[in-house]
């Protein structure tokens, strides 16, 4: 009957064991998770601002755009009409807007 004693002992032990080493699993599980999850996150932040992407990059979108722009502005300068046959149109809308 002497031996109930030390087999009480061990179960609490075993069972204390068990309730503290379920929340460092369960907080073990949580960081390799967001840790993983950080780690890919910062490989597609890698990705996307390497060279050869440069979808972030500003200067390499002026340095596609500006010369479309500029055509198009040359465009629409070259075939402009006279500052007197533009202005017209609009003078007469003024004049009829207040007289209305």
Same mark, same amino acid.
Request: aromatic share 8%; net charge positive.
């Given at each position: 009957?002497?031996? /109930?004693?030390? $087999?009480?002992?061990i179960?609490?032990?075993?069972?204390?064991?068990?309730l503290?080493?379920? *929340?460092?699993?369960?907080? /073990?599980? #949580? /960081?390799?998770d &967001?840790?993983?999850?950080?780690?890919?996150?910062?490989m597609? $932040?890698?990705?996307? &601002?390497?060279?050869?992407?440069?979808?972030?990059n500003?200067?390499?979108w002026?340095?596609?755009?500006? *010369?479309?722009?500029? &055509?198009k502005?040359?465009?629409?300068?070259?075939?402009?009409? *006279?500052?007197?046959a533009?202005? $017209? *149109?609009?003078? #007469?809308?003024?004049? &009829?807007?207040? /007289?209305?």
């Open positions: 009957m002497t031996q /109930t004693r030390p $087999q009480r002992r179960y609490f032990r075993f069972v204390a064991a068990l503290l080493l379920a *929340p460092a699993v369960l907080f /073990t599980w #949580r /960081t390799m &967001g840790l993983t999850k950080r780690r890919l996150l910062r597609d $932040q890698a990705e996307i &601002g390497h060279v050869r992407y440069s979808m972030l500003a200067d390499r002026v340095d596609q755009i500006l *010369p479309i722009l500029n &055509g502005i040359d465009a629409r300068i070259l075939r402009r009409r *006279p500052a007197r533009c202005a $017209q *149109p609009w003078s #007469r809308r003024f004049t &009829g807007c207040l /007289t209305r």
